[in-house]
């Protein structure tokens, strides 16, 4: 076991092999707080990828109910519980929230997946984890927010529906794929060293030559976005759309375009991008790429279940209406700030959360152009200034590929088309 | 949907969870709601319409919870902050430029 630093921890931590870091990284982020669940992302993805025989059950892109759903059913919760009894003497953060880009959420005390001995069977595995079993990836929807009605009466629903009892729910919608990890658990299970990491972009990849479908990828993963394949007996998971990341799609003329989740996004929840790696593992300062941006000075963006150890490249706004201890479960402690932040957002958070899904090029750098004052108010009880400012988005050669406004119109078909779908 | 109803022993079943914080976290919803409808350019009386619908469950909580009165305030403060949006009739042109860019290409 090397040790290597997990800056999302804060700390060193134990991990099968020695750090090394890609040039840059694939990374990118979710706005929670605008996701609808329509599972454009989800279909663009098992459309473009998954559609063959023997990938039924494969959703590399998913988006699932929380605290409610799971794919495959129960996934968080069960690493979670894992991960509690690899921690009987208790786990939690120390320390403050800082500008340290090496202890930005402070320190995490706790063990990590990698560091679970006295929970690992057998004594040679080396990642903590589970396979689930074969019903917990079938219904990748299961208890979602599906109109339910009378059991025993199929296709008809409550015809008094508002009369029913009334429970105080909350619920929000989680965006998944591979979160293309810094230390990832796939990688560090496989007794073929079959998964690799690409040294230009960091995108995980499993060599389908060499796996010979053991399947501990599927067990080691925490968040299960690996997945076996029967009719191949190999295992399969998120390429990254890594042929339009290296700018080979014919429509993009060379330029790296985003997956094809983040382009079929009509909520424009999603973003992603390339970010510098620095050799230490940390980012390199790069003010004005938009995930640097939103994750490191902005702070607005935060990783999914950090306390897993695996780094994982996938950041998320977190849904401002949620109680915030799931949320610190979930997120981490930059919870707290980031939704003070995303509730209160100033000038050039406002511009750049404009960049989401106007183009599906990969935006390297951004520049905001001030505007005119357009409000001077109160909202939420406190004085706001709202600016109509101009952000343009530059692509790989610093070429501009679009620039738009803070107060962007709504587009609409024109009379004619109004019903041409 | 789940096939059955789940076992009321099983622990890793989630049978409802309450909001831990009261009036608090439903006026957290109410404005984002009401920012977000704004947003799309929903004016005040057709947000007002959308909070006294009983079908509406979350935003109609909101409005029982809270009141008339403050749901008001809320629609008003929304409304005038991102209230602005303006209608852009889009053209077809510009799609039909992209598939002329790839109609040289053997796809």
């Not at chain 1, 529906?161 to 810094?182: D, M, V």
Request: proline residues 7%; hydrophobic residues 35%.
């Amino acid at each position: 076991m090397a040790n290597v630093h997990n800056w999302q921890l804060g700390r060193e931590m134990t991990y099968p092999y020695k750090a090394a870091y890609p040039e840059r990284q694939f990374a990118f982020v979710f706005n929670i707080n605008r996701c609808i669940a329509c599972q454009s992302c989800t279909m663009a993805c098992k459309s473009t990828w998954t559609f063959s025989k023997g990938q039924e059950h494969m959703w590399w892109a998913n988006v699932e109910t929380k605290p409610y759903g799971g794919y495959p059913m129960f996934w968080d919760m069960k690493i979670l519980d894992l991960l509690d009894r690899a921690n009987l003497e208790g786990k939690g953060w120390t320390g403050a929230t800082s500008s340290d880009p090496k202890t930005p959420y402070g320190k995490f005390d706790g063990r990590t997946i990698f560091e679970a001995e006295r929970m690992l069977t057998p004594d040679s595995a080396r990642v903590l984890g589970y396979l689930p079993a074969d019903e917990e990836w079938n219904s990748p929807n299961i208890y979602e927010d599906n109109p339910v009605g009378q059991r025993g009466a199929p296709g008809e629903f409550h015809k008094t529906g508002e009369q029913l009892p009334e429970h105080k729910t909350w619920f929000f919608y989680l965006a998944r794929i591979c979160n293309h990890c810094s230390y990832p658990a796939c990688l560090a299970a496989c007794p073929r060293k079959a998964i690799y990491k690409r040294p230009e972009d960091g995108i995980v990849l499993i060599d389908q030559k060499e796996c010979r479908g053991y399947r501990k990828c599927v067990e080691a993963c925490p968040y299960k976005k690996s997945m076996y394949r029967g009719n191949t007996r190999v295992s399969e998971k998120c390429v990254a759309c890594y042929p339009r990341v290296e700018g080979k799609d014919p429509e993009s003329k060379g330029q790296p375009l985003e997956t094809r989740c983040m382009a079929a996004c009509i909520g424009q929840i999603r973003l992603q991008g390339l970010v510098k790696m620095n050799r230490d593992g940390t980012w390199t300062p790069d003010r004005y790429n938009p995930i640097y941006y939103m994750v490191h000075v902005a702070k607005v963006a935060l990783p999914l279940y950090p306390q897993f150890g695996t780094e994982p490249n996938g950041y998320y706004i977190p849904p401002r209406w949620v109680p915030r201890p799931y949320l610190r479960q979930m997120f981490g402690p930059g919870v707290d700030q980031a939704i003070e932040r995303y509730e209160n957002p100033d000038r050039e958070l406002l511009a750049v959360l404009q960049l989401f899904r106007k183009s599906n090029r990969i935006i390297y750098r951004y520049e905001v152009k001030e505007g005119p004052k357009v409000y001077e108010g109160t909202l939420r009880g406190k004085r706001v200034t709202l600016y109509n400012d101009t952000v343009i988005a530059y692509g790989r050669e610093g070429q501009e590929i679009f620039r738009t406004n803070v107060e962007e119109p709504l587009h609409v078909r024109p009379a004619k088309h109004a019903n041409s779908i | 949907m789940p096939y059955n109803d789940p076992a009321p022993d099983d622990p890793t079943i989630l049978l409802g969870v309450t909001l831990p914080a009261g009036e608090e976290a439903v006026r957290e919803m109410a404005y984002v709601f009401a920012e977000e409808f704004a947003r799309m350019g929903f004016d005040e009386k057709q947000l007002l319409r959308l909070f006294k619908n009983p079908f509406y469950a979350g935003a109609h909580q909101a409005y029982r919870a809270l009141g008339a009165d403050a749901i008001r305030t809320i629609i008003g403060e929304c409304v005038n902050a991102w209230g602005r949006s303006t209608v852009k009739v889009q053209d077809v042109q510009a799609v039909q430029n992209v598939q002329d860019d790839l109609s040289g290409l053997s796809l």
